[in-house]
């Protein structure tokens, strides 16, 4: 967890007035490598960067559920549990961009909205994915008292600080030896040196 994913959390909290924000660490990737650090070490991290943001929540279902983590099975466990709350999904342009190769990705529209963020005062580049453009052209809103106060499901793209940090170059940072001072919340830099992870 680092501060390229958590800026653009707060601004969406922010600007839309969420409630709260949960992080759910995923236990299995279904689509790529099993991850370096384990999920019970991805958790620790997630909780130390969330320590003192009482808005902030961390939800550990997919790691308690076991298996691959598919989020549209995540998503189905959260609306059994809470009910009639209104859920969004926020997803980075490049994840948003991947959506149709998710399992059962249009039941996920269907159970919540997407907010997809992006730099502000960044026109939302075209979308190559026919399906997903058409998606786009039948749910989005541009206007956020709607997309907050709207029964249905929609998608917003919201404008945030975005920061060029990635999980990827922090392991490359810490594998050649050097500090993340600044990358990450101290507490996670103490962690990873602790546990002597990414060397």
């Given at each position: 967890m680092h501060f390229g994913h958590l800026r653009p959390a707060l601004d969406v909290h922010s600007l839309l007035s969420l409630s709260e924000i949960r992080f759910i660490p995923c236990g299995q990737p279904?689509?790529?490598?099993?991850?370096?650090?384990?999920?019970?070490?991805?958790?620790?991290?997630?909780?130390?960067?969330?320590?003192?943001?009482?808005d902030f929540v961390v939800d550990d279902r997919e790691i308690q559920r076991?298996?691959?983590s598919y989020m549209v099975d995540t998503l189905n466990s959260m609306v059994n549990e809470f009910g009639d709350e209104k859920f969004c999904l926020i997803l980075g342009k490049d994840a948003f961009v991947n959506l149709p190769s998710?399992?059962?990705?249009t039941r996920?529209?269907?159970?919540?909205?997407?907010?997809?963020?992006?730099?502000?005062?960044?026109?939302?580049?075209?979308i190559s994915n026919p399906?997903?453009?058409?998606?786009?052209?039948?749910?989005?809103?541009?206007?956020?008292?709607?997309?907050?106060?709207?029964k249905e499901t929609h998608c917003f793209f919201c404008p945030v600080t975005q920061l060029d940090i990635s999980a990827t170059?922090?392991?490359?940072?810490?594998?050649?030896?050097?500090?993340?001072d600044f990358l990450v919340p101290e507490k996670v830099a103490d962690y990873i040196q602790i546990e002597n992870l990414y060397r």
């Amino acid at each position: 967890m680092h501060f390229g994913h958590l800026r653009p959390a707060l601004d969406v909290h922010s600007l839309l007035s969420l409630s709260e924000i949960r992080f759910i660490p995923c236990g299995q990737p279904p689509h790529r490598d099993t991850p370096v650090a384990s999920a019970e070490q991805r958790l620790t991290m997630l909780k130390l960067a969330l320590e003192g943001q009482s808005d902030f929540v961390v939800d550990d279902r997919e790691i308690q559920r076991g298996g691959a983590s598919y989020m549209v099975d995540t998503l189905n466990s959260m609306v059994n549990e809470f009910g009639d709350e209104k859920f969004c999904l926020i997803l980075g342009k490049d994840a948003f961009v991947n959506l149709p190769s998710w399992k059962d990705w249009t039941r996920i529209t269907e159970l919540v909205s997407m907010v997809i963020t992006q730099r502000p005062q960044i026109e939302t580049d075209s979308i190559s994915n026919p399906v997903l453009a058409q998606y786009i052209d039948e749910k989005r809103l541009n206007d956020k008292k709607e997309f907050i106060n709207s029964k249905e499901t929609h998608c917003f793209f919201c404008p945030v600080t975005q920061l060029d940090i990635s999980a990827t170059s922090i392991r490359e940072i810490v594998h050649a030896g050097h500090s993340i001072d600044f990358l990450v919340p101290e507490k996670v830099a103490d962690y990873i040196q602790i546990e002597n992870l990414y060397r």
